[in-house]
């Protein structure tokens, strides 16, 4: 049993089909896009939502979006 993070895959994927490029560089993940957009709010609202620090809760955030992602409709 792992405990691996679910991190979306690449936010914002640009990786050619051709298996020769399977160790491309693939970017920044879906969770850590998510988490610094949260984080961005976070800071621009200045309020205290949270007893942890903003990057941790950050981090909480994007998980429990990508895990809604996975509902279906």
Not at 19 to 44: C, E, H, K, N, V
């Amino acid at each position: 049993m792992t405990n691996q993070i679910n991190d979306g895959g690449p936010a914002f994927p640009n990786v050619p089909s051709d298996p020769q490029y399977s160790d491309w560089d693939r970017g920044m993940t879906l969770r850590d896009y998510f988490a610094a957009a949260i984080m961005q709010g976070l800071m621009a609202s200045q309020c205290e939502v949270t007893d942890d620090p903003y990057p941790i809760y950050a981090y909480k955030i994007a998980d429990a979006m990508i895990k809604a992602r996975e509902v279906k409709p």
